[in-house]
């Protein structure tokens, strides 16, 4: 005999799954894409283009649905168990991004709501939290990309970072709110902005630790700090 | 040939498909147990309990890596591709209890907090919104549990009354925190609690509409209000 059916079948079970990662990337990449677009029109007071960042997410969540049934149909298909942590990874991960696109939409619609008040200084804060989340993403899915379990570590210690950022964030408004009852309303926007990049970077977060587990199964991450110490610290 | 290998297999398949279902309706009841005890605690003002609450937190998260992990296993071995919808609805229902179990533990969390200062009146509304909320959870529960469509539209149905509910809360502690400045810190844990009870609701549509999916695969739902309007109103 000289076909190798095996083989064969082993090596596009092995090409789908490449490009199910590719699809993965691409979905996630649209995510950042659309944080990046809701940061933006935070900055830009325009209301049309929020609108238009909410009615993409629908494209986020029937990505996030056709890759788990790809998944699913590979997995049925699968040579066997080794493959396990490939498939939970490849339904985990989109699950997250699809996360990611409900905060950046949610980014979005806030801005509206916004838009009714004058403008507000901590804009700029909250676009630095946002971009530092987005950096995130796009390093965790480098890092699920590349099959890089170094740059997953990275993006999860760095998380704590965004934390500081987003508690000094949750600490200035809620003093500004005490100063001037008139900026609760447009402050209370801002604070629930701040918490979706903030629950941005902990996807992004989940999103290294699922290529951890990818790479190297059930062998315990090192402890990290807590993630958001606005829920049990006052502002300063 | 009296022994039938292949019918056997696919008894036990069914037997354990209907185990990890029982055990992801244990992980709902847990989670629902931890969402009760945390809206406990923030009536009874206990510190202690609330530390206990959070720390449950991990057994939840442990049980979804376990199920996910028993799911797979099961799928690898599973006949085949009708089993699809199932293994989806294994897989995402325990996720979203996982979800709901983070949410509860952080009501907790803030409740710590909300105990450095002085009783709150919303507290009553908080508890009213956190128990409609738990019903939710326990009804879709009892959906996936029993195959029921028309519980799991119901539940569907019913979010729109958690979200007016949550509307109405999310303005009076607006306008509470507009009147007295000094209620700001309190009102933003407050503000909080509420969208984590919200997005409870939010999780228990999930797993409702992941028992449509189940019962009858890609069938388009009816469409629904919009959940939470307090991104794009201000207070009444």
Not at 179 to 208: Q, V, Y
Request: glycine share 4%; net charge negative; charged share 30%.
């Amino acid at each position: 005999m000289t076909t190798q059916p095996h083989e064969h079948i082993v090596k596009s079970y092995d090409e789908e799954q490449r490009r199910l990662v590719e699809e993965i990337v691409r979905m996630g990449q649209t995510a950042v894409a659309q944080l990046e677009a809701a940061l933006d029109v935070v900055d830009r007071r325009d209301d049309s283009a929020a609108r238009r960042i909410v009615a993409n997410d629908d494209s986020i969540d029937a990505a996030e649905r056709r890759i788990s049934q790809d998944v699913m149909r590979l997995a049925l298909r699968g040579p066997m168990a080794r493959d396990l942590r490939e498939i939970l990874a490849g339904l985990r991960i989109p699950s997250d991004i699809e996360r990611i696109g409900d905060y950046a939409s949610n980014v979005a619609k806030r801005s509206i709501a916004l838009n009714a008040s004058p403008p507000m200084p901590h804009v700029a804060g909250l676009r630095a939290l946002g971009l530092l989340a987005a950096g995130q993403v796009r390093q965790a899915l480098r890092a699920y990309s590349e099959d890089d379990d170094e740059l997953a570590l990275r993006v999860r210690e760095n998380d704590a970072q965004l934390d500081r950022q987003y508690t000094a964030l949750f600490r200035e408004l809620l003093t500004y709110m005490m100063e001037d009852p008139r900026s609760i309303t447009p402050c209370t926007h801002l604070l629930f902005m701040a918490k979706n990049l903030e629950r941005i970077g902990d996807h992004a977060t989940n999103i290294a630790e699922n290529v951890w587990f990818l790479l190297h199964g059930d062998r315990p991450l090192p402890p990290r700090d807590k993630r958001d110490d606005t829920s049990t610290a006052g502002p300063a």
